[in-house]
Antibody, heavy 116, light 107 residues
Framework: EVQLVESGGGLVQPGGSLRLSCAAS????????LSWVRQAPGRGLEWVSV???????YYADSVKGRFTISRDNSKNTLYLQMNSLRAEDTAVYYC??????????WGQGTLVTVSS | AIRMTQSPSSLSASTGDRVTITCRAS??????LAWYQQKPGKAPKLLIY???TLQSGVPSRFSGSTSGTDFTLTISRLQSEDFATYYC?????????FGQGTKVEIK
């Protein structure tokens, strides 16, 4: 059974950093496209980043230069390193399988709150 | 970025009703369009991809169609478990973009 479990969210001050993790099971992260999608409170879905199976990465303009997507194949885990966090980064962050095509599996989400 | 515009933003319907949600792309996305359902506090769920292909396990009352840059999600007979918010998403190019969502509420 495919599962994605996010962790690492929490409260952080503006300008701070946080690393989100997404542990995958039921499939291998190394040969799949994986993405991060976020949802601000009461708002719609916003694509954040994708990592391709060949390690190419893409980012939304709103996070480019501040966020880094990566994966650890030995741990079958996806990461999102978030630096220079802003209030507008406050959201539930979902990891999802997919990125070239649609997102067929999603994690349960982890809440990131950026506030002083 | 390709803008995806959904209409309506919300609608009220009764169980058994036929519901139609439209998504318009600001430029051509071929058939690289997906529909998702999201319930409060839950992750989105993939319903349809390639504009009209039903994801495995999704009830057949859901269907998708396309006409140029206009895409339609239809629920043929609304069930109680279908009350949720629906999003379209294009995966034609980067950045991937979603519609703003359509909330389907109980009349």
């Amino acid at each position: 059974e495919v599962q994605l479990v996010e962790s690492g969210g929490g409260l952080v001050q503006p300008g701070g950093s946080l690393r989100l993790s997404c542990a995958a099971s039921g499939f291998t992260v190394s040969n799949n496209y994986l993405s991060w999608v976020r949802q601000a409170p009461g708002r719609g879905l916003e694509w954040v980043s994708v990592i391709y199976s060949g390690d190419s990465t893409y980012y939304a303009d709103s996070v480019k230069g501040r966020f880094t997507i990566s994966r650890d194949n030995s741990k079958n885990t996806l990461y999102l390193q978030m630096n220079s966090l802003r209030a507008e980064d406050t959201a539930v962050y979902y990891c999802a399988r997919g990125g070239l095509g649609p997102y067929d599996y999603w994690g349960q989400g982890t809440l990131v709150t950026v506030s002083s | 970025a390709i803008r995806m515009t959904q209409s309506p933003s919300s609608l009220s319907a009764s169980t058994g009703d036929r519901v139609t949600i439209t998504c318009r792309a600001s430029q051509g996305v071929s058939s690289y369009l997906a529909w998702y359902q999201q319930k409060p506090g839950k992750a989105p769920k993939l319903l349809i991809y390639a504009a009209s292909t039903l994801q495995s396990g999704v009830p057949s009352r859901f269907s998708g169609s396309t006409s140029g840059t206009d895409f339609t999600l239809t629920i043929s007979r609304l069930q109680s478990e279908d009350f949720a918010t629906y999003y379209c998403q294009q995966y034609y190019n980067h950045p991937r973009t979603f519609g703003q969502g359509t909330k389907v509420e109980i009349k």
